[in-house]
């Protein structure tokens, strides 16, 4: 164990001091070659160190405890200073660097196989018996790659030989095979957010050689991965990967990290704003994201109406959020997929973590399962005390209100064999609110997967996900007048999957991945039930909508040459819309309504009602340049068969969700993206811009004062549109450093058009308007500075043009009442949105090895206190008696008006 | 001897915790807007209803403005309406003030009826629409009940208000012909000052009365969402507070009791919706989950061209009027009366009479 942090503290060490002595090394034989003189006999080495410090001005690097029990027996005179330190050296378990002119590292040598991770050139590792040496021409190397911190296995991580140009990449149990030929070469092992390692090895024979890779993060002054993913085909674009860390890092409202808040800050991802479930991405809606967590769908992302993401931040290993060039194994969604990788569950020791915020708090166990085994476990949850809070409260208002959440998480992660691992998810939650109103809003979401990874042979792996996603809703309606009205009305859906994944490494240039997938949905639209008895409601059921997704898809990840990668790949999707149920044919030459049914079909249970197939093509290309950077670009084609029905601007957790059917058609995107990537200063800095454009087919939109709850017939309120989305996406990163954070800004447009036939079906007279989604102008800027060695800064600053918005244009009276007539839909808009957030974090004590380490923070969110606005609406006079406020007008809401501090204790163990 | 206020981290902590509650649920704040807005074409505005009373039959035509414009509203004048009715002539509306015209003629339950305006070199029409039935109440009473109202201190904390009321309330039955309803209402108070005596002269009371009107949103109801019932029960047409005080000009004046005029209407489903969705427009609040801003519905087009926009909407209501006298007792109990009343008399908006009563009085 001791060895364990002798390792650790020494990358630390490393990763501070050989980047400078790469650059003074054509410097460094001076100091090398300074002649000492001096009786060192039975002399403490700490003390030899501070001798020649003082006396050469020769500064040591070391850590006490290594050298504070070494004698050493040594006279030297005019002896260099090299010589010296290898006399000193040459039986010990410690070695030395120089660096600079004037400095010399002290830290301890690798005694096994092993590697010491870092920047800079570690030992040598010789495989094979030297005795063979010169035996063989080329010899196999294989071994496996792991993160250095909890020994989990890195799958697609790349193993590189830049003399000859040959590599490979992990398979997903972490396992390298590649052929070299015998000698001495330098190894260039990485994998996205770890840092890079150079390793040297000579190679004399066919061998194993193991290493341990350990993410950037460790350093004190690194905060943010973006890039590929083990996933990602090396021709991947418009992706979005953020870790645990950044997620934590970001300053948010009520300390609680964010999934959703943080890739909101990315270029291309936008919220509606405060009170906002979910996110767009490119200009597209809510519903068109597919959250995947461990391979299962989330189908409500949010709690407490969208202050918080709907997972526990402690358990997430990483997000990746794809934009465009999404790969032929995903389909379902057409703006985006968001993958959120949980944790497997550390495999050494049981730890424990948490934080305790002002109104809720979250904890997270994690550990093995058995002592030498590689078989994890992790479990976690939240809870929130606002409810109990509000009700100390003497505010009326606050007690006849409720609003709180909990959600629970687990991952059991088991190792079947070396190639061989099962891992099963489990998550539950559940919200409940009312704002002082009759209407008391109760949803959650079970949602389980299990994910079997098998490597059948070298050359092919095999994955299996089965995943499960249920989510219900209910709205208890309660008027203590008439209690023989009150009533339930509940929604939800199920959904359930299975996708096989088979991968065929061919060779080092191909990385061909084939399957399937099956999706079963079973909707419920809508259900009301008596609240109590005796009663006045009937309880009634829309039928329930069954359908079946299915997928087919091939996609191959090809090295072209040394610059040049594709991925082409070809999704076939099917999808069939399945009775029982009831079709109405409604008459041609008129407006889909209840007045215009002519006829009508009803189909008996499994017989398919309608049916709906295309392909999906999906190409990548990366071509890169010199300078670090690459030109890529990217087309797809997606095809959504699942819409949330909703005429809110805001999602709300009612609104329910709708298969395509013989009047809904399925939506239909192609996205075309090319991008400009470069990572100048040898990966210091990161930078790309991207433009893309979107042609959006079968888009729904809504008739006014369409009524969607309990609609039997859902089709004769939905409007047909079409769209595009078009945009240019900047962003400018700077990876390391005490002073670190990025810059996005994304000018984008996503207008709809409606070209129906009849005046009901037509919106703003057929002419393109503007989605509530549109705000052309984002910029998102993060900044992070490490204060001192646990004070750290964080703060972000976003400006976003107004949401569009309808307004009343014109007024008139009616029965003595003034009333308004509203422009055409969305032909105004809001102010512009902006607001800073800041946060200070004092870092757990990292030289102490106390068993319980805890962090503060203390965030504002909203720090000048913008009232930004988030509706903008015409009343007749405002519900709370305010000075000045008179009758008629048109009012802005500000949900956050004010700074919001917060404090959170965060804790391990 | 002044005591220190002692702040501990437990009480920070528990302060800080409400205020985030609070900024969370509650501490949205509100400010007038004015937005640039353009300047749009003014439209035809229809205001009409025909009822089984002739005294509420009519038809308004004017125009809509600016939302910003502060000029009167343009009435329009050189109009003529026609009113068809199903199986019968075409009636001609007569304009008995500028844009203001009646029919002599009144509705018919059952029957189907049509609204025609030539106006501007074009013929605006309504769709067909069939009078309900003349409505009835089942049940009128009063029930005691706490007006919970929030206002605000200087400070924008929001505080409860709490007034003690007697709810007017009524049970309607539904029947396949009237489904929807509306109701009016207008209550006369019914006070008495008696005078201080003079033992030289008798000076007689003042019986005097005042009236209060129905200003609040459109009062509509109908069969309940999802619900079964064959009527409407507990359905709030006003509240009367028991603090009469407040409706009278003098504390020498005593309050008696109320006439509580109350008009019934029996609107189509149509009506309702266009009712409801003003009240909509009005009750709006931009909170969670507001649906997105849709037009005020009409059941009035421009026949020659589709292009030309009309508001308002086409009333065809069946009516009937109801009176009862109620007095509400007190917050604290007392004696409450309510019955119903069997004349319908004129009454003046306010008035007095000395040492006699009214013609339209009630006594208890």
């Known amino acids: 164990m001791k060895k364990k942090y002798i390792l650790i503290f020494s990358k630390l060490l490393f990763a501070a001091g050989v980047f400078m002595f790469l650059h003074v090394k054509s410097n460094a034989q001076n100091i090398q070659e300074t002649l000492i003189n001096g009786k060192f006999q039975k002399t403490n080495m700490e003390d030899f160190f501070k001798t020649i410090d003082k006396e050469y001005n ?29 006399l000193l050296f040459d039986q010990q378990s410690l070695t030395f660097k120089f660096f600079q002119n004037n400095s010399v590292v002290i830290y301890p040598k690798a005694s096994d196989g092993k590697t010491l991770s870092g920047i800079g050139e570690p030992s040598i590792i010789v495989i094979g018996d030297p005795l063979n040496q010169g035996r063989y021409n080329s010899a196999r190397l294989k071994g496996k790659i792991v993160d250095g911190k909890n020994n989990e296995p890195l799958a697609g991580a790349v193993v590189f030989h830049p003399q000859t140009g040959i590599g490979t990449t992990t398979n997903a149990f972490g396992n390298y095979e590649l052929e070299l030929p015998t000698g001495d070469h330098t190894l260039q092992i990485s994998f996205m957010g770890y840092e890079i390692l150079s390793q040297k090895i000579k190679l004399i024979e066919s061998g194993k050689a193991d290493f341990e890779l350990f993410e950037e993060t460790h350093k004190l002054d690194e905060i943010t991965i973006t890039g590929e993913s083990a996933k990602a085909s ?67 992302t949010s709690h407490l109406f969208g202050f918080f993401s709907m997972i526990n931040p402690d358990a997430v290993q990483d997000v990746t959020l794809f934009k465009g060039g999404i790969p032929a194994s995903y389909g379902e969604r057409i703006s985006s997929i968001m993958e959120i990788k949980l944790k497997d569950g550390n495999s050494e020791n049981l730890k424990l973590y948490g934080g305790v915020g002002l109104i809720n708090s979250r904890f997270t166990l994690e550990g093995p399962l058995a002592k030498k085994k590689k078989s994890t476990f992790l479990i976690g949850g939240r809870t929130t005390y606002s409810d109990w809070i509000m009700r100390q409260s003497r505010n009326a208002q606050f007690m006849n209100s409720v609003a709180h959440f909990w959600d629970a998480n687990g991952t059991l992660n088991l190792v079947l064999g070396q190639n061989n691992t099962l891992k099963l998810m489990g998550y539950a939650s559940n919200d409940v609110f009312n704002l002082n109103s009759n209407s008391l809003y109760n949803y959650g979401n079970l949602i389980g997967s299990l994910n079997w990874k098998a490597g059948i042979s070298k050359k092919l792996l095999s994955n299996l996900n089965l995943s499960y996603s249920k989510y219900d809703f209910k709205l208890e309606q309660k008027d203590a007048d008439q209690t023989e009205n009150d009533y339930h009305l509940l929604t939800g859906l199920q959904y359930g999957s299975l996708k096989y994944i088979l991968s065929w490494l061919p060779n080092e240039k191909h990385r061909i991945n084939s399957g399937f997938q099956a999706i079963g949905y079973k909707i419920l639209p809508g259900e009301i039930r008596p609240a109590g008895s005796p009663t006045n409601v009937i309880t009634e059921k829309i039928s329930s909508d069954q359908s079946v997704e299915l997928g087919a898809f091939i996609d191959d990840d090809i090295d072209l040459s040394e610059s040049t990668a594709l991925n082409v790949g070809l999704r076939y999707a099917h999808f069939l819309n399945l009775g029982p149920g009831t079709v109405m044919k409604y008459d041609p030459n008129q407006t889909i309504s209840t007045t215009t049914v002519i006829d009508s079909t009803t189909y008996s249970s499994g017989e398919i009602i309608k ?61 075309f993206a090319v991008g400009l990537f470069r990572t100048p200063r040898k990966g210091l800095y990161e930078t790309s811009v991207e433009v893309y454009y979107k042609n959006l087919q079968n888009l729904l939109e809504y008739k006014d004062g369409a009524v969607l709850v309990m609609n039997k017939h859902v089709e004769t309120d939905i409007i047909n549109a079409k769209g595009y989305s078009y945009g240019l996406e900047l962003f400018m990163k700077k990876n390391t450093g005490r002073l670190n954070g990025w810059v996005s800004y994304t000018y984008s447009r996503t207008m709809r058009k409606t070209d129906n036939k009849f005046d009901e079906d037509i919106i703003n007279a057929k002419r393109y308007y503007p989605s509530v989604y549109d705000k052309p102008h984002d910029l998102s800027t993060v900044l992070n500075y490490q204060i001192s060695r646990r004070w750290r800064f964080s703060g972000n600053f976003v400006l976003a043009s107004g949401r569009p918005v309808t307004l009343p244009e014109q007024k008139y009276v009616f029965d003595g009442k003034q009333v308004v007539y509203y422009s055409d839909r969305n032909k105004y808009r809001m102010p512009p949105y902006h607001r800073m957030d800041v946060s200070i974090t004092l870092d757990e004590n990292l030289r102490k090895k106390r068993m319980w380490k805890g962090s503060w923070t203390f965030s504002i969110y909203n720090l000048y206190g913008r009232k930004n606005a988030y509706s903008i609406f015409y009343r007749k006079d405002a519900s709370i008696q305010q000075v000045n406020k008179t009758t008629n007008a048109i009012y802005k809401l500000s949900v956050i008006g004010v700074p919001v501090p917060s404090i959170t204790y965060n804790f391990k163990f | 001897m002044k005591h220190k206020k002692k702040y501990n981290l437990k009480t920070i902590v528990w302060k800080t915790g409400q205020f985030i509650v609070g900024v969370l649920l509650f501490a949205s704040c509100e400010e007038y807007y004015t937005p640039d807005l353009d300047n749009a074409e003014s439209m035809l505005v229809v205001e009409s209803m025909l009822t089984n009373d002739i005294s509420k039959n009519f038809v308004k035509l004017s125009k809509t403005k600016d939302f910003y414009s502060t000029d009167p509203d343009e009435v329009i004048t050189d109009a003529k309406v026609d009113l068809l009715e199903s199986g019968s002539n075409t009636i001609t509306a007569i304009q008995e003030a500028n844009g203001y015209f009646t029919f002599s003629k009144v509705a018919v339950p059952g029957k189907t009826y049509t609204l025609r305006i030539y106006y501007d070199n074009q013929t605006y029409e309504s769709d067909p629409v069939v009078m309900p039935a003349i409505p009835t109440i089942d049940s009128l009473y009063t029930e005691h009940r706490i007006d919970k109202t929030y206002s605000t201190d200087a400070y924008g904390v929001p505080f409860e208000v709490e007034n003690p009321v007697r709810d007017v309330r009524v049970d309607v039955p539904i029947s396949a012909q009237v489904k929807y309803f509306r109701f009016t209402w207008r209550a006369v108070l019914e006070w008495i000052y008696l005078p201080p005596m003079n033992p030289f002269k008798v000076i007689p009371p003042y019986y005097g009365w005042k009236s209060k009107y129905d200003i609040g949103n459109f009062n509509i109801t109908g069969q309940g969402n999802y619900t079964g ?29 109320w006439i509580v005029m109350i008009d019934q209407f029996g609107i189509t489903k149509d009506s309702y919706d266009f009712y409801d969705a003003i009240d909509k427009q009005f009750a709006a609040d931009g909170n969670l989950f507001d649906p997105i801003l849709a037009q005020i519905p009409t059941n009035l087009y421009c026949k020659t061209d589709k292009t030309k926009k009309v508001v308002g909407f086409f009333n065809v209501n069946s009516y009937h009027e109801h009176r009862y006298f109620i007095r509400t007792g007190s917050a604290y109990g007392g004696e409450v009366i309510q019955r119903k009343i069997n004349r319908y008399p004129d009454i003046p908006d306010n008035g007095y009479l000395i040492g006699e009563y009214p013609s339209f009085w009630e006594s208890y």
């Open chain 1, 611 to 671: 049916a709906y197939k295309g392909f999906e093509p999906r190409i990548s290309l990366k071509i890169s340049g010199n300078n670090n950077s690459s030109f890529r670009l990217s087309y797809q084609r997606i095809h959504q068969f699942m819409n949330q029905v909703s005429n809110t601007s805001v999602m709300s957790p009612a609104d329910f969700w709708k298969s395509s059917d013989t009047y809904v058609k399925p939506l239909i995107s192609d996205q």
């Open chain 2, 229 to 257: 019932s064959s009527d409407i029960k507990n359905h709030t047409i006003l509240s009367l507070s028991y603090d009469t005080r407040q409706y009278l000009d003098s504390t020498s004046q005593d309050f008696y009791g």
């Open chain 1, 234 to 300: 090396k021709a991947q674009m418009s992706m979005v990967k953020v870790n645990s860390r950044i997620i934590k890092e970001l300053p948010v409202m009520m300390g609680e990290a964010d999934i959703i808040k943080s890739v909101v800050m990315m270029p291309g991802v936008q919220s509606v704003g405060e009170m906002a479930s979910g996110f767009n991405v490119r200009g597209g809606n809510t519903d068109q994201n597919l959250v995947l967590m461990d391979g299962a769908p989330v189908f409500n």
């Open chain 1, 58 to 86: 020769i500064h040591f690097y070391y850590k006490q405890e290594w050298v504070k029990s070494r004698l050493i027996n040594q006279d030297f005179k005019n002896t260099p200073l090299i010589q010296a330190l290898n």
